[in-house]
């Protein structure tokens, strides 16, 4: 689904992002973990197509990011660590926006704005302007509008930052089920406990280089995840 | 300590906003800066100019007269409206709905640092506007009276010192006021645009009221100097300046001085519970509506129209023309039994159809819609980078609401010209098309300069609205290119006839939006990537 071929990014002499290689297959949800600037989040937008890069090879779904990036972005959904909406429209106008962006049919839309402001609960405040919503209430209608046009590869950037537990369970939920469908799911994340439950697969990555990845078990063995990012994080400065 | 720390993150804000490194994290040019500069020096030039030339008529009629307060009392008046009209919408936005308020009064600072270190931003603002008039009314004075230093020095300490920090205080407390009416509104934008409009009416029927005043002043000067002389602080003003009376000028310190203090008082005490007040407009429950579905670039259309709806200082600063333009209109309608004589003049007969082209011209080249478009998407630009859109249809959807605002209001005094002057086919065609070739051009060049000169770094929307390069340069550029057919005509208007002028000046246009759609299609697509 996603596949990450020698990513290379620098901003001026600093390389953020070093020859990564990634592959995320169909129904996995694979987790980046790394220090505070590490290089997940310009691993992210590169794929999600915001950020041009220095060289190496992003596919989506077989389709080139740098070569067809419309085409790429038309089967992905991203959601950044902070989710600075459209303050001047409300819930529901932002909502429609982005149906009609991708192209979402009325019925379609209508159903899943239901259902999925619904599982939110968000229904009552999707005329309210997104001025007035709350952090949570943002990440929520950031939520709904990367599943509204059912995309195969969802990027996120620690989505789970200002959730409530409720959203956040129901979230991972969402996740699961979506991979189950055969979609993918490569999120950041510094809560390595819900990492480590919820994952398929990880990778751990520091000054834009990956040290480690593969499956849960493959990386982590018999110790947690904590102990092993740390003694990751402390070797490879060692 | 904090105070100064504050003071300069406000000075680096506003330095970053007019000459700072942008998201290239390149930062400007020697060369760039100097441009800049010298573009700032221009703005004034141009404003100041105008204003000298009425100035230096009333000097001279004031001088003689004996009547030397009055005429700084006219000039402290202006120059106040002007500071007030030009910072009170600013002065809401500034104190009251600033991003980084919540940000600031979690820190270990006093609101009032808070405040203060806000309204010393107001307080520049306010000294630009208000130098605009003193400049040239100072200089009018001494070429008019002579250059003493005993009336000097008081108009500096007025005009530089007492009349911003009066004005400032007034503005913050109506930037209070008009943050407590409009802070439940549903529709605070268009009750902020209606208000500021009112405000800006008032100002330039003062200003256009001021020459009337100066015709009647010279038959009977008497009931003007009574009116004003009746408001005791105006002609201590005008006392202080033209006859160096300082016990005048201590009255009105005392004045100035007092409003600051009882002002100063009023917004301390309210400014955290006013920062602070998240009521907004009263919730309205959500009930599913049927939708229309529409493709990808009418949707971005109508994201431009409604962030435009949702922002009275992007239509005051961005579409101001299209305001002027039926205003244009109906007085050409009115007043049309009045211009037509003027038709038979010899010498303006054949240079008004010109004038009126120019105007509308002029109005068109005012609305700026596109100049700020790309800096106000600040920190939601990751979107539209994210979604499936080409940077192309961004760009179009932009210049698109820009048309849709901007072209009918001068189409129709467009047509109200032709309708006035009723000339042959080739003036009425250019009487539609030149003001929409502007318009046009204006459109792009907006996009070419914010493209080029793009600000993500504001704390409120106001800033890219008003502030940033790419503002000033569209407009001034845009004014710009009208002198060239004025020259033309100026200098070889004998040999060269004002139809052929005008022809002449609507291919330069066509020719020139030909060019910015070029760049925009192709690297203006490469730099909005790369933003």
Partial sequence: MLQINHLTKTYGDKKAVDDLTLHIAPGEIYGFIGHNGAGKTTTLKSCAGILPFDAGEIKINGIDVSARPLEAKRVLAYLPDNPDLYNFLSGIQYLNFIADIFGVEKAVRAERIRRLADTFELTADLAQPISAYSHGMKQKLAMISGWLHEPKLILMDEPFVGLDPKASHLLKEMMRQHCDRGGAIFFSTHVLEVAEKLCDKVAIIKEGRLITSGTMEEVKGDASLEDVFLELEDGHDA | ?531
């Fill in chain 2, 1 to 531: 300590m904090t105070l100064k720390a504050l003071f300069r993150v406000r000075l680096a804000a506003l330095k970053s906003s007019l000459t700072g490194a942008n998201r290239s994290k390149k930062p400007r040019t020697k060369l760039q800066i100097l441009g800049f500069a010298a573009l700032m020096l221009y703005t004034f030039g141009f404003f100041g100019f105008f204003l000298y030339e009425t100035f230096d008529t009333l000097a001279f009629a004031y001088s003689m007269l004996g009547l030397g307060w009055l005429f700084f009392a006219m000039a402290g008046l202006m120059s106040f409206g002007l500071m007030f009209v030009g910072s009170v919408f600013t002065a809401k936005a500034q104190l009251y709905e600033a991003t980084d308020n919540d940000l600031l009064l979690s820190m270990p600072i006093r609101p009032r640092d808070v405040l203060l270190s806000r309204m010393f931003l107001l307080l520049v603002l306010d000294l630009l506007f208000g130098l605009l008039v003193a400049v040239p009314a100072l200089i009018a004075w001494i070429g008019a009276a002579g250059f003493q230093v005993r009336q000097f020095v008081p108009a500096l300490l007025i005009f530089v010192v007492l009349l911003p920090l009066l004005t400032l205080m007034i503005s913050a407390l109506f930037g209070w006021l008009l943050h407590l009416i409009t802070a439940r509104m549903r529709n605070q934008s268009m009750m902020t645009v209606v208000l500021s409009l009112i405000f800006l009416a008032a100002y330039f029927y003062f200003v256009s009221q001021m020459n009337l005043w100066i015709q009647e002043l010279a038959a009977n000067p008497e009931p003007l100097a009574g009116a004003l002389g009746a408001v005791a602080p105006l002609v201590w003003l005008g006392r202080a300046c033209a006859d160096g009376d300082f016990a005048a000028l201590g009255g009105l310190a005392l004045i100035v001085g007092g409003v600051l203090i009882l002002g100063w008082m009023a917004l301390e005490r309210s400014f955290l519970r006013t920062a602070t007040d998240r009521r907004g407009a009263a919730k309205v429950k959500y009930m599913e509506k049927a939708v229309d579905a529409v493709p990808p670039g009418r949707a971005l259309l109508r994201r431009e129209l409604k962030h435009l709806a949702a922002s009275p200082a992007y239509i005051l600063n961005g579409a101001l023309g299209a305001f002027m333009a039926p205003v244009a209109a109906i007085f050409l309608l009115i007043k049309r039994e009045s211009i037509l004589p003027l038709l038979a003049v010899p010498g303006i007969g054949e240079l008004l159809p010109l004038l009126l082209l120019l105007g509308l011209c002029f109005i068109s080249a005012t609305n700026i819609l596109t100049a700020p478009s790309i800096s106000i998407e600040g920190k939601s630009l990751w979107l539209l980078q994210s979604l499936p859109v080409s940077p192309r249809e961004v760009l179009g959807a932009k210049l698109k609401m820009h048309l849709l605002i901007c072209l009918p209001p001068v189409l129709l005094a467009g047509a109200a010209a032709a309708v006035l002057l009723k000339p042959g086919a080739l003036l009425t065609a250019a009487l539609l098309l030149l003001p929409a070739a502007c318009t046009l051009f204006s459109g792009l060049l907006g996009l070419f300069e914010n493209l080029r000169h793009p600000n993500f770094d504001w704390i409120n929307e106001t800033q890219a609205v008003k502030s940033g390069a790419s503002v000033l340069l569209t407009m001034f550029i845009g004014w710009g290119t009208l002198i060239l057919p004025l020259l033309v005509f100026v200098i070889w208007g004998d040999v060269i006839p004002s139809s052929a002028v005008i022809l002449g000046f609507l291919g330069l246009m066509v020719l020139l939006c030909l060019l910015l759609w070029r760049w925009l299609s192709t690297r203006g697509v490469e730099k909005f990537r790369a933003l």
